[in-house]
C-alpha cells in the first residue's frame, strides 16, 4: 500500500471538500447577492439555501474524516481497524479511505 499516494490523494480531496463547503456555504448566506424581493422567488431560494447548507455540512463532516485518516497517517496508526486492531484491507481503504475500521467490525 503506498501511504503517501494516499495522503496525497486525501489531501486533494480535503481541499476540494473545503472549497465545496465554502462555495455552498456563501452562496445559502447570500453573502454575494441580496435575496430577491420577490416573495415566490424568495421562497424558492429559501428552499435551495436549505439544499445548500446539506450539501456544505456533508462537505465538512467528510472533511473531518479525512482530517482524521490524515492524523493516523501521521501517527502510523492509518489502515489499522480501531475495533479489532488488525489491518484494513487494501480494498476497502481504497473505497473508503479514511475507514477506521476493518470490514468484520464494521
Known amino acids: 500500500m503506498n501511504i503517501e499516494r494516499i495522503r496525497t490523494d486525501l489531501l486533494e480531496r480535503l481541499e476540494a471538500l473545503e472549497a465545496r463547503s465554502e462555495k455552498a456555504a456563501r452562496h445559502?448566506?447570500?453573502?454575494?447577492?441580496?435575496?430577491?424581493?420577490?416573495?415566490?422567488?424568495?421562497?424558492?431560494?429559501?428552499?435551495?439555501?436549505?439544499?445548500?447548507?446539506?450539501?456544505?455540512?456533508?462537505?465538512?463532516h467528510e472533511a473531518d474524516h479525512i482530517r482524521d485518516a490524515l492524523k493516523r497517517i501521521a501517527l502510523g496508526q492509518y489502515g489499522v481497524c480501531d475495533q479489532c486492531g488488525d489491518q484494513i484491507t487494501e480494498a476497502r481503504l481504497i473505497a473508503v479511505p479514511y475507514s477506521t475500521r476493518c470490514i468484520e467490525c464494521a
Open 28 to 60: 445559502a448566506s447570500h453573502r454575494d447577492e441580496p435575496l430577491s424581493a420577490d416573495f415566490e422567488e424568495q421562497a424558492a431560494e429559501s428552499a435551495n439555501d436549505e439544499v445548500l447548507n446539506v450539501i456544505a455540512d456533508e462537505a465538512r
